[in-house]
């Protein structure tokens, strides 16, 4: 299950079906049987990039 937080979708990574409308009991069938967690390798590339740009688009000084 991927849940991307930028467009608010939930998809199964397997197959890349669209599951938002039932993420919930998707979510509790993988709680019944186990599930397997992993990263989002892209994600955590992009991370470092995308702070840095968060922190100085909210930290920046006033240019007046």
């Known amino acids: 299950m991927v ?7 939930v998809t199964r990574r ?9 993420a919930g009991r998707f979510g509790r069938d993988c709680l019944a049987r186990g599930a397997t ?10 991370a470092p ?8 688009r909210v930290l920046r000084p006033d240019p007046r």
């Open 49 to 56: 990039e995308d702070v840095a740009a968060f922190l100085r």
């Open 37 to 46: 967690i992993g990263g989002d390798a892209e994600a955590r590339r992009r």
């Open 3 to 9: 849940v991307d937080l930028d467009h608010f979708t």
């Open 14 to 22: 397997g197959t890349g079906a669209d599951i938002t409308s039932t």
